[in-house]
């Protein structure tokens, strides 16, 4: 049978707020569908929705793979099949079940600047985990690398995430241009984020993206950031989660 879960993966240049945009869909989610099982996976190794949601952890993706090579370096010869099984087990395990919601954190690769074995790993992952879950939100990593890769190849919704520059709305025409290519997704749409205020938007060039909604600077959430609070609890009036459940209901996911 086909997953049918609704996967919305964000995208877009470092610094523009994923996280946080990332968290708000969580609490929206929430509390939108008390009733549906939702999951938020950390895939950018810098591991910032953790903090964002509250949430302390113990156990990586990236933790479990090392494990398995360890096993197999020790002369462990299961067949590829009882590795994956395995895997699924220990991710499972790795699993962090908090207030209406599921969290896992890929964690950091095994040496700067090499992905390819995580990301082919967290496809992986992300295919066996869709499976048992209504919704999933994977917060990616800064750039284009986890698309390039096939990491989300298989996404219902694509949010590309960007501020009002220049550099942010190339990355995110870069993204869509590959994710045209590589990603089998349903419908795809940016959140400007981070704007001083709404003179700005005639001079901000998308380039055909479609806008589902731009958030001025939100107060609110710099000083959540700064006292490192769990962005969940963030008033409902606040710009932040104001832009986001916009551009949730125009992708009809609220």
């Known amino acids: 049978m086909e997953n049918s879960a609704v996967i919305i993966a964000l995208s877009g240049k470092g610094g523009v707020g994923k996280t946080s945009v990332s968290a708000a869909i969580v609490k929206l989610l929430v509390e939108a569908y008390p009733d549906k099982k939702i999951l938020a996976i950390d895939a950018d190794p810098a591991v910032g929705l953790s903090t964002a949601l509250g949430i302390e952890v113990k156990s990586t993706i990236d933790d479990i793979r ?8 020790d002369g462990n010869t299961k067949t590829a099949i009882e590795l994956l099984g395995d895997a699924r087990y220990r991710i499972f395990d790795a699993l962090v079940e908090t207030d209406g919601f599921a969290f896992i954190a890929v964690g950091r690769p095994e ?3 090499c992905y390819c074995k995580i990301n082919s790993y967290l496809k992986e992952v992300i295919s066996i985990l ?16 986890q698309i390039n890769r096939r990491v989300m190849e ?30 089998m997704y349903k419908k795809i749409g940016a959140i400007v984020n981070r704007i001083p205020d709404e003179s700005v938007i005639p001079h901000i060039n998308t380039n055909c993206i479609p806008v589902l909604s731009y958030i001025e600077n939100d107060k609110n ?30 992708m009809e996911i609220l």
Do not use: C
């Not at 869709?130 to 690398?145: K, L, Q, R």
């Open 154 to 183: 298989k996404v219902t919704h694509l949010l590309l995430i960007t501020d009002a520059s220049k550099k942010g709305t190339q990355v995110i025409s870069t993204i869509k241009s590959v994710a045209d290519e590589l990603v």
């Open 66 to 73: 090392k494990e398995i090579v360890l096993n197999m370096q």
């Open 221 to 250: 959430l710099a000083i959540f950031d700064i006292e490192g609070k769990n962005i969940t609890k963030l008033p409902d009036d606040s710009n932040v989660v104001r832009g986001v459940k916009k551009a949730l209901t125009e």
């Open 130 to 145: 869709s499976n048992d879950f209504d919704y999933v939100v994977i917060d990616g990593e800064a750039g284009i690398e």
């Open 111 to 113: 040496s700067a600047g």
